[in-house]
């Protein structure tokens, strides 16, 4: 055979060309971290980085080496295992420059030792997961000058950051932020990814925090919020840095936020100041249930036994703007925590004061269905509402020895409220005729004080699991409010010819005071290696005071409020005692937990009539809270549990006590005496999957409960004036019931980079309440649907949409005819771009839909746009914003809801289109190595 050179070289080629596109190799050595031994037969594995398709296999030969031969180019990752150690996983690249890699000795390690570790390498080890706990390296990730924490969050699989701050994490919103394990302002986890800088960041730890007391005993009690702690480098705690913030915009809005923080070693301390009038009120006030109103009882870790009432009928504010309205808000507050006695001792402290004041109007359409009869009622509102409060919190932790532990914490508010309403109110047969018309005022100036206390003492012993803690808290709460009631009620006939009017003009003085003190003890013994049972003893005292007067002007007098209306007022005393006892069993095995166990309580209800118009209500109760729960762990980052827990439910001191609320003449509130308690049972399921390679996350999760012998609202109208009377009442022989379901699931499209989720939600609930004496059957049930998609790149651009529809049914028994069913749909979507020139512009948008129903026969669209343009100064330390709110102009407030025998819907005042010329300034001075001990 004839061979030229022209064929000797093409085949030259051809082999040259097969050899560049399979003639790419690993290798390396596989051996245990500690004893250093070959870990012969070990797997390992290559799989494409893009769609995790496995390429080759081999196992480790006699001298703990392996070599993978005739790979292609491209982007591939790593994977060793070995029965007993955790699974070791890396990132590599082979290309022409990079033919062969070389993995040098990859160290093993057991499970049992540094708590599981699972390593995931990219540049600088990206990934850790060790035992529950998934810890991100920000020296893998790209961090800008002076960008925060919130641009590194939105790097890290498996965490999403949206525009307003709000940081999900696997599925499941965060609830907290911590730094260095420390709350910082507690209750504001933006103040922290909004402020910290990214480059001061060690480590990002993400995990799931446990109550207190599971977190010592190890017995599950299914309190756990997703929570991610920012790891300071030690360089960078020495040093200060902070922000100044100030806007001024068209139609009288403004902003302004100052924040100053300075870290010295173990020592942090922070001041901040805001105001402003576009909605954004600074640190959200989110333990605003501590501030809460007269009465109040809590017994039991679970929650299990509450009585709460005494609460103002006045105060109708609560010092939170929820978008209704037009805000004025001005907030301060300092923070200061530390360390001392070798980590032994530290103390952490909040001081907050702020007022809120909202303005606004609302226009409320109700349905109001009774037996035979079908009303419509029209409601303009005009609304002033302010607050002023202050509270100061301090968490002291003191570790007695290695076996012993002590937690102090301590609380105070003072807060002070100015409310007043004026209601333009008509109601009308469905023919368009008038039943009835009302002007009324209501206004309320109230003072209140609270203050808590508690210490939790926890003991370990020398026994593994058996351990001892004590819970002591107290409780005060005083709130005194005075205020008008101001009315003018016309009344009409069948044909809507005016009949007479009913006019009050009253004054009101309510006073209410409670002082409760709980002690809980638990101990927790091991009756074999994974079974453990834990005992519980509370002792709970509670007594309350609730003083009700109501004066009108006696005929005498045109100024003066004397003459006391004893039909609205009332004086009276609460005493409650409480001991409860529990016993629950717990077995923990490394795949699943199991615990069941119940507990019990004695409960003595004495209310005094200081007015002496009744006898002295004495009650006594036992209240059983039964509970179970299993969780089957997977792998560490998938797991399902399954849990029941069943609880009675007392009568609150406003549905007890036979008092006449007359603060809306239209609908009267009284008491039962009669109440009985009612228990629910509620049944509870999750599943989470997350992997942390195709950075895929699933969350499903649901609730279903059922209360029998509910406590109902028995509504008697006056069909010829139009006013109702409510009044709770015990329903026999049925059940409410309420279930909520949702589903998530989220993967990262490989080549893209995009991340794709689906979420399915459906809630609802079946109740029942007395209308006239005929029963009535409410349905309310709401479902939706939502696709979204988003993608992050550093300093590049970012951009998000989702989208999906809805559908709700509200209907009532009483009226098959009329119903609020309808159907809508929801978007929301948005970008920002970083352009050349140190020039960024961004958008958003979220547009609604409401179709009519049979109910309100118009429907509801919406869409706000928002956008910004901004340019930064001075390495990036100045920023000047120009921002456009609803540039549009379709910010209309507006809600539909149903429950009972009444269907609702309002539309009201909200904040509109402005536009906003900030500015910006971030400043630091941060470093110069590690500070002195």
């Known amino acids: 055979m004839k061979i030229t050179f022209i064929g000797i070289l093409l085949l030259c080629l051809s082999w040259t060309t097969s050899f560049a596109q399979t003639g790419y190799s690993i290798k390396g050595k596989v051996a245990d971290t500690v004893a250093n031994t070959n870990l012969i037969n070990a797997s390992v594995s290559v799989i494409t980085a893009k769609d995790s398709i496995l390429q080759k296999f081999t196992r480790i030969k006699d001298d703990g080496t392996f070599t993978i031969n005739n790979l292609n180019k491209g982007k591939f990752i790593l994977v060793a295992t070995y029965p007993g150690y955790a699974d070791f996983v890396e990132h590599f690249a082979l290309d022409s420059a990079h033919t062969t890699h070389n993995f040098g000795r990859i160290s093993m390690l057991l499970k049992e030792r540094l708590l599981q570790e699972v390593i995931v390498k990219g540049k600088a080890a990206a990934i850790k997961i060790k035992g529950d706990t998934t810890e991100f390296n920000p020296a893998a990730y790209n961090i800008q000058p002076n960008s925060k924490v919130e641009d590194?969050?939105?790097?890290?699989?498996?965490?999403?950051?949206?525009?307003?701050?709000?940081?999900?994490?696997?599925?499941?919103?965060?609830?907290?932020?911590?730094?260095?394990?420390?709350?910082?302002f507690g209750d504001d986890p933006t103040l922290v990814t909004k402020n910290l800088r990214a480059d001061m960041v060690d480590k990002v730890q993400l995990y799931d925090k446990k109550s207190d007391q599971a977190a010592f005993t190890g017995i599950d009690d299914g309190v756990k919020d997703k929570t991610i702690n920012i790891k300071l480098k030690e360089d960078k705690k020495n040093g200060y840095f902070g922000k100044l913030d100030g806007g001024i915009g068209?139609?009288?809005?403004?902003?302004?936020?100052?924040?100053?923080?300075?870290?010295?070693?173990?020592?942090?301390?922070?001041?901040?100041?805001?105001?402003?009038?576009?909605?954004?009120?600074?640190?959200?006030?989110?333990?605003?249930?501590?501030?809460?109103?007269?009465?109040?009882?809590?017994?039991?870790?679970?929650g299990g036994f509450y009585i709460f009432g005494g609460g103002d009928d006045l105060d109708s504010f609560d010092g939170r703007y929820n978008g209704e309205g037009k805000p004025v808000a001005r907030t301060g507050g300092a923070h200061y925590d530390t360390?001392?006695?070798?980590?032994?001792?530290?103390?952490?402290?909040?001081?907050?004061?702020?007022?809120?004041?909202?303005?606004?109007?609302?226009?409320?359409?109700?349905?109001?269905?009774?037996?035979?009869?079908?009303?419509?009622?029209?409601?303009?509102?005009?609304?002033?509402?302010?607050?002023?409060?202050?509270?100061?919190?301090?968490?002291?932790?003191?570790?007695?020895?290695?076996?012993?532990?002590?937690?102090?914490?301590?609380?105070?508010?003072?807060?002070?409220?100015?409310?007043?309403?004026?209601?333009?109110?008509?109601?009308?047969?469905?023919?368009?005729?008038?039943?009835?018309?009302?002007d009324r005022e209501n206004s309320a100036n109230v003072d209140g004080k609270v203050f808590n206390a508690n210490a939790f003492y926890t003991k370990k012993f020398k026994k593994k699991s058996r351990t001892l803690s004590v819970n002591f808290r107290t409780a005060y709460n005083e709130?005194?409010?005075?205020?008008?009631?101001?009315?003018?009620?016309?009344?009409?006939?069948?044909?809507?010819?005016?009949?007479?009017?009913?006019?009050?003009?009253?004054?009101?003085?309510?006073?209410?005071?409670?002082?409760?003190?709980?002690?809980?003890?638990?101990?927790?013994?091991?009756?074999a290696k994974d079974f453990t049972l834990a005992l519980s003893y509370a002792l709970a005292v509670n007594n309350a005071t609730a003083d009700r007067r109501t004066f009108n002007k006696p005929v005498s007098s045109a100024a003066i409020y004397t003459a006391?209306?004893?039909?609205?007022?009332?004086?009276?005393?609460?005493?409650?005692?409480?001991?409860?006892?529990?016993?629950?069993?717990?077995?923990?095995?490394?795949?699943?937990?199991?615990?069941?166990g119940t507990k019990v309580a004695s409960v003595k209800f004495k209310q005094v009539d200081e007015f002496g118009r009744i006898s002295d209500l004495v009650r006594n109760f036992t209240n059983w809270y039964p509970q179970a729960s299993f969780q089957y762990k997977f792998s560490k980052q998938s797991s399902i549990r399954v849990s029941y827990n069943g609880n009675t439910t007392q009568p609150n001191i406003d549905q007890i006590q036979p008092v006449r609320i007359n603060t809306d003449p239209l609908n009267i509130q009284e008491g039962n005496a009669d109440l009985k308690p009612s228990f629910t049972n509620r049944y509870n399921i999750s599943y989470n999957s997350y992997k942390v390679i195709s950075n895929q996350y699933i969350w499903i999760s649901g609730s279903y409960s059922t209360t029998s012998n509910p406590i109902v609202s028995n509504v008697m109208r006056d069909t010829t004036t139009g006013i109702s009377t409510y009044k709770s009442s015990n329903l026999k022989n049925k059940s409410t019931n309420n279930f909520w379901v949702n589903t998530y699931f989220e993967r990262k499209i490989p080549g893209i980079g995009i991340n794709a989720g689906l979420e399915v939600y459906a809630n609802g609930n079946t109740y029942y309440n007395m209308s006239n004496d005929v029963l009535n059957e409410t349905k309310s049930y709401s479902y939706s649907g939502s696709v979204r998609l988003s993608k992050y790149k550093e300093k590049k651009y970012d951009a998000w949409v989702s989208a999906g529809p809805t559908y709700t049914i509200n209907s009532s028994s009483l009226?098959?005819?009329?119903?609020?069913?309808?159907?809508?749909?929801?978007?929301?979507?948005?970008?920002?771009?970083?352009?050349?020139?140190?020039?960024?512009?961004?958008?958003?948008?979220?547009?609604?839909?409401?179709?009519?129903?049979?109910?309100?026969?118009?429907?509801?669209?919406?869409?706000?746009?928002?956008?910004?343009?901004?340019?930064?100064?001075?390495?990036?330390?100045?920023?000047?914003?120009?921002?456009?709110?609803?540039?549009?102009?379709?910010?209309?407030?507006?809600?539909?809801?149903?429950?009972?025998?009444?269907?609702?819907?309002?539309?009201?005042?909200?904040?509109?289109?402005?536009?906003?010329?900030?500015?910006?300034?971030?400043?630091?001075?941060?470093?110069?190595?590690?500070?002195?001990?």
């Open 152 to 184: 590194l969050l939105k790097q890290l699989p498996g965490i999403e950051v949206d525009k307003d701050g709000k940081i999900t994490a696997q599925g499941q919103t965060v609830k907290k932020v911590l730094v260095d394990g420390e709350e910082f």
């Open 250 to 302: 068209t139609d009288g809005y403004y902003q302004g936020q100052a924040l100053f923080n300075r870290f010295k070693g173990k020592q942090k301390f922070s001041v901040y100041g805001t105001l402003g009038n576009t909605g954004k009120t600074g640190l959200g006030w989110e333990d605003n249930n501590k501030y809460g109103g007269g009465g109040g009882m809590e017994f039991g870790d679970d």
């Open 339 to 438: 360390k001392w006695n070798n980590d032994k001792e530290s103390i952490n402290t909040n001081y907050k004061i702020g007022s809120l004041t909202v303005d606004g109007t609302k226009n409320t359409q109700q349905q109001n269905n009774f037996p035979g009869n079908i009303s419509n009622v029209n409601s303009d509102q005009s609304n002033h509402n302010y607050m002023f409060r202050q509270k100061l919190d301090v968490n002291y932790q003191v570790k007695i020895d290695s076996m012993q532990n002590l937690k102090i914490t301590a609380d105070g508010t003072l807060k002070n409220s100015n409310t007043r309403s004026n209601f333009a109110t008509q109601t009308r047969r469905l023919d368009g005729s008038l039943i009835n018309s009302n």
């Open 479 to 527: 709130s005194d409010s005075k205020g008008f009631l101001k009315s003018n009620t016309q009344f009409y006939d069948s044909v809507g010819t005016y009949v007479n009017k009913d006019t009050i003009d009253q004054y009101k003085v309510n006073k209410t005071k409670s002082t409760n003190i709980n002690t809980n003890i638990t101990y927790t013994e091991p009756l």
């Open 564 to 596: 006391l209306d004893s039909v609205y007022s009332s004086d009276y005393k609460l005493n409650q005692l409480s001991n409860q006892g529990g016993a629950v069993f717990n077995m923990q095995k490394q795949k699943y937990s199991f615990n069941f």
């Open 815 to 933: 009226n098959t005819v009329l119903n609020n069913n309808g159907r809508g749909f929801n978007a929301n979507g948005g970008f920002n771009i970083y352009l050349p020139g140190k020039f960024q512009i961004g958008s958003d948008g979220n547009y609604t839909y409401n179709a009519p129903t049979k109910s309100f026969p118009q429907d509801f669209k919406r869409f706000l746009w928002n956008a910004n343009i901004s340019r930064t100064f001075f390495k990036d330390a100045l920023k000047a914003s120009v921002t456009g709110n609803d540039l549009l102009n379709q910010n209309t407030g507006y809600n539909r809801t149903g429950s009972a025998n009444v269907l609702t819907q309002e539309r009201y005042t909200t904040i509109r289109r402005y536009f906003m010329f900030s500015l910006t300034w971030d400043f630091n001075k941060v470093g110069g190595g590690a500070p002195k001990k």
